[in-house]
């Protein structure tokens, strides 16, 4: 897989945590399953994996480096929290590369648009050493993305890609520009949870309560039309629902981020990764998404936790 051009990419949040993995995906996953997860994403070619500090509990990071990273691709972040201090993205890169046993990393987020001129300057220092090879933005706003790429350009460093919530029914960085700015301008953008907690899979497949269910599953009954709609374009596809929704984004050219635990859910990461919709089935697809106007996931959820003066 070329780091410039990805179908897919995959996800890590639950990843090492029994607990994490049992509160909030319903059952935990030992390490050998994990690990035989990673290596199916080897053979299928999807070779980039997303992680952060705090996914798993501290634990996907560390976990990742005792399988070898030597033949992948590591997406990591930095994510800002309280009060700017002078050295913290450095810092917190240290940390990652011990984790992963590394001296560099492929792929380097901020994770937030607080403190957004400072911290990117840190990340373009960190460039310039050698520690990061590409540079990307996460949860951010179409003015925040135009700002953080005025600085890399300043620097003479490109913008790789954003990072932002998408899936089917929540495409409102689509609507406002964000995507087309993206793709005019040569940035990949990224989509996290484009299954919505689980709630764009099959309702017929009995899963383990979790947290997230608990949660969300009220709103599943508003989604039965467009689950009856996934379900019958799936089959022309050969693809299961969550396919469906994952297959919607590589059709626009987003390439979605999809947690993956067992190999199975690789090979379905890797056939959806690998499938076009149609221009009809995609304005079927977004006319019942519309109509029903159900909403999981805001599209800018974490904005509480961005400074306001930034």
């Known amino acids: 897989m070329e780091i410039l051009k990805p179908l897919a990419v995959v996800g890590t949040n639950s990843w090492g945590s029994a607990a994490y993995g049992k509160v909030l995906r319903g059952e935990s996953v030992d390490i050998d399953t994990i690990r035989k997860c990673y290596e199916r994403a080897k053979e299928k070619d999807l070779m980039i994996f997303d992680l952060a500090q705090d996914y798993g509990l501290g634990k996907a990071q560390k976990m990742i480096g005792e399988f070898g990273t030597d033949d992948v691709i590591i997406s990591s972040k930095f994510t800002p929290t ?10 917190s890169l240290e940390k990652d590369l011990q984790d992963f046993g590394r001296k560099y990393i492929d792929i380097y987020w901020l994770h937030l648009p607080s403190d957004i001129e400072k911290n990117l300057n ?49 495409r409102e ?10 793709q005019k301008n040569g940035i990949l953008f990224w989509a996290w949870a484009v299954l919505e907690e689980g709630m764009l899979t099959d309702p017929r497949v009995k899963t383990k309560m979790s947290l997230m269910k608990l949660i969300f599953n009220g709103r599943k009954r508003k989604l039965h039309s467009l ?12 693809l299961k629902i969550p396919q469906v929704a994952m297959a919607f984004c590589v059709t626009k ?7 993956c635990r067992k190999p199975y859910q690789v090979d379905d990461l890797f056939a959806a990764a690998n499938a076009k919709l149609t221009d009809s089935e995609m304005r079927l697809l977004e ?20 400074k306001k003066n930034r």
Not at 83 to 91: D, F, H, L, M, P
Not at 173 to 182: D, H, M, R, T, Y
Request: with cysteine.
């Open 82 to 91: 309280g009060s700017y201090k002078a050295g913290q993205v450095r810092r």
């Open 287 to 306: 006319n019942e998404a519309d109509k029903i106007n159900v909403k999981i996931l805001g599209a800018d959820m974490f904005r509480f936790a961005v």
């Open 227 to 238: 689950y009856v709609l996934m379900n019958r374009i799936g089959n022309k596809h050969d």
């Open 122 to 170: 840190e990340i373009i220092a960190l460039v310039k050493e050698g520690k990061i090879k590409h540079v990307g933005i996460s949860n951010f706003t179409l003015e925040e993305c135009k700002r953080s790429k005025e600085i890399l350009d300043r620097a003479g460093i490109p913008l790789y890609g954003v990072q932002n919530h998408y899936s089917l029914i929540n």
């Open 253 to 259: 050219g987003i390439v979605p981020v999809c947690g």
């Open 173 to 182: 960085w689509e609507k406002n520009g964000l995507v087309a700015w993206c």
